[in-house]
């Protein structure tokens, strides 16, 4: 089975610069979406089925903010809007689906660069998020949580470590819940496949920062540790320029 995660930064946005063309190309089994910035009745689901997918959109209540998304080939048994915890279920941040054993997530983590304020909103976040998922496993063990996670994790996932050790997104209590969340039985796809690699996922788009390729490793598909066996291949495909974000795969075997 071939995922794709991306923050597409705006949905439509994505479509006028040939998203679509794009998606006919890489032909995934399931694309992950996040900041969709739309509601369900601006979606033009028609281009997609003409591709053979089938959507599923969960969307913020402010209109043109977060928001994530599946579309897919493969009919679910089961979605899951949300994670059952309204502060966050307002601001669309979690989708669900379920096709056999397997349980797919395409999650939208919460950015703390606009303050204290969010920050602190973020940290809440990560320790719900991270004890929703595991109460999760108990029912759905096979879990690959695809999503923008907005935290870089180690110094190789940064273009900058020691300038941007302040900043949101690479703060040592921000890495650290990574580690926490890794060492409670999750797999780094990308840097499991690739341990050495340095890829980015995502680039400011001031400053010309993606054409000095000065970007951000924030972008995951993570795996609960049983699947590890199951991983295939993993990738960044970071000529993709729909938006600040690229796109992200995962091919695990069914």
Known sequence: MKIISYNVNGLRAAMKKDLIGWLREENPDVLCLQETK???????????????????????????????????????????????????????????????????????????TSGDERQAFKMVWLEHFQSYVNELRKSRPNLILCGDYNICHEPIDIHDPIRNAKNSGFLPEE???????????????????????????????????????????????????????????????????????CPIVLEIAE
């Not at 579309?71 to 059952?84: A, F, L, S, V």
């Open 38 to 112: 739309m509601q369900n009745d601006q979606f033009e689901k028609e281009e997609f089925e003409a591709l053979g997918y089938r959507s599923y959109l969960f969307s913020a209540q402010k209109k043109g903010y977060s928001g994530v998304a599946i579309i897919t080939k493969h009919q679910p048994d089961h979605i899951e809007y949300g994670m059952g915890m309204e502060e966050y279920d307002a601001e669309g941040r979690f989708i669900r689906a379920d096709f056999g054993d397997l349980s797919i997530v395409s999650v939208y983590h919460p950015s703390g």
């Open 175 to 245: 890495r650290e819940w990574m580690s926490r969340f890794l060492a409670d039985g999750y797999v780094d796809t990308f840097r499991h496949t690739h341990p050495e690699l340095v890829l980015y996922s995502w680039w400011s788009y001031r400053f010309q920062a993606r054409s000095c390729n000065k970007g951000w490793r924030i972008d995951y598909c993570m795996v609960t540790n049983n699947l590890a066996d199951r991983i295939k291949g993993a990738d960044i495909l970071n000529e993709a320029v729909h938006s600040d974000h």
